[in-house]
């Protein structure tokens, strides 16, 4: 299993553009993350899917839009990006119960 | 779900148990505790969690207090790659309309030193 792919590993946006990062899993799990994390920050969770065609926001949702059309993607779109959203952002999960979330490596985004 | 609070750092010396502490004291009758370790901004790590009683994984130990409002993490052997940050969190698991979602704080940055 590739467990949890996040592309890109990096990215760096201008002021307004639009991106997608895209999150992919290959364990058959209904339930999937998003969370940002800012320097020296914890993780903050942006949304978030309890199965395919099910999403809602978490914590720190504005400026931001996910879908969940399979189970195995949830793709995190940014519109008019702002500097605000220079984070890392890590997708994660799990299927469920009490079991463990397994995290992706991550996207470094810059808005400049 | 509940808070925790963990000291912000912490040093142990490689070879040496490394000792994490803990406090959720608000926590609830069916909240796990759950440790995740940060290295180098990857992606947090799944270590160990437990309900009430003690666990142990190839990884780590999991001391809970009898009255589950502390927890402790111990690395046996602590290497200098165990140089991380440690992240205890508390939660409900899925179901009844939990969602699992985990509330990061601050976490421990543990420095091994050789």
């Known amino acids: 299993n590739a467990g949890v792919t996040q592309t890109p590993k990096f990215r760096i946006l201008k002021i307004g553009q639009s991106m997608t990062l895209q999150c992919a899993q290959d364990?058959?799990?209904?339930?999937m993350y998003w969370y940002r994390q800012d320097p020296g920050m914890g993780l903050k969770l942006i949304y978030y899917s309890v199965g395919a065609g099910i999403t809602d926001k978490g914590e720190v949702p504005n400026g931001y839009n996910v879908s969940r059309s399979t189970t195995e993607d949830f793709p995190l779109r940014l519109e008019l990006a702002a500097p605000s959203q220079t984070s890392v952002y890590f997708c994660?999960?799990?299927?469920?119960?009490?079991?463990?979330?397994?995290f992706g490596p991550g996207t470094r985004l810059t808005v400049t | 779900d509940a808070k925790t609070t963990q000291p912000p750092s912490m040093d142990c010396a490689e070879g040496r148990a490394a000792n994490l502490p803990c406090n959720h004291s608000t926590i609830s009758g069916n909240e796990y505790v759950y440790w995740y370790r940060q290295i180098h901004s990857q992606g947090p790590q799944y270590i160990i969690h437990g309900l009430k009683n003690n666990e142990t994984n190839e990884m780590a130990s999991l001391i809970i207090t009898e009255d589950r409002k502390s927890s402790t993490l111990i690395l046996p052997h602590a290497t200098l790659r165990d140089t991380a940050v440690y992240y205890c969190i508390v939660r409900l698991p899925h179901g009844s309309g939990n969602t699992g979602k985990l509330i990061f704080g601050q976490g421990t940055t543990l420095q091994v030193k050789p």
């Open positions: 364990m058959n799990h209904n339930y």
């Open positions: 994660a999960s799990t299927r469920g119960g009490s079991y463990e979330q397994y």
